[in-house]
């Protein structure tokens, strides 16, 4: 027979366990027996737009509202929502005296990676990559749907 915990309380994680366990539902419990939940986990990542590749669909403003219209109509981000937002000229490297729009680069640490990650997928333009980085601030490289093995 099972017997469910009180009200408010839920069901502990099991033996190996630790004070700081993230469950199922992306909670991190706070005790080792699961009663307390801390909030979504953090996480520091990069969120980078390619603005030659932008054409001001905006798309990613409708799935996380740290994306902004900037004054030339592309895509930009609320700086005071990011811990440091980086523009680098454009893909060729020769800056944005030729034209180039350059990259715009925000580094976030918070438990909203699920919303930049959608609006990544729903940039029909692809122009924004999301990245998790390591303490240090290096991006780390996550595999994509584009790394995946071909065929059989």
Excluded: H
């Excluded at 986990?41 to 054409?55: E, I, L, P, S, W």
Aim: aromatic share 4%; glycine share 10%.
């Amino acid at each position: 027979m099972t017997t469910e915990p009180p009200t408010g309380q839920s069901r502990g994680a099991g033996a190996g366990t630790t004070a700081t366990d993230v469950d199922a539902d992306g909670m991190v419990d706070t005790d080792a027996d699961g009663t307390t939940d801390a909030g979504p986990a953090t996480a520091r990542y990069r969120v980078a737009v390619d603005r030659d590749a932008c054409d001001g669909v905006f798309a990613c403003l409708v799935r996380d509202d740290r994306f902004v219209e900037s004054a030339d109509g592309l895509a930009d981000f609320a700086v005071d929502e990011a811990e440091s937002v980086d523009r680098t000229a454009g893909a060729d490297g020769a800056g944005r005296s030729d034209g180039t729009k350059g990259t715009v680069t925000a580094t976030f640490a918070d438990d909203r990676i699920d919303d930049a990650r959608a609006a990544e997928t729903a940039c029909p333009l692809d122009a924004i990559t999301v990245s998790t980085t390591t303490t240090d601030g290096d991006a780390v490289d996550e595999p994509t749907a584009d790394d995946a093995p071909e065929g059989p």
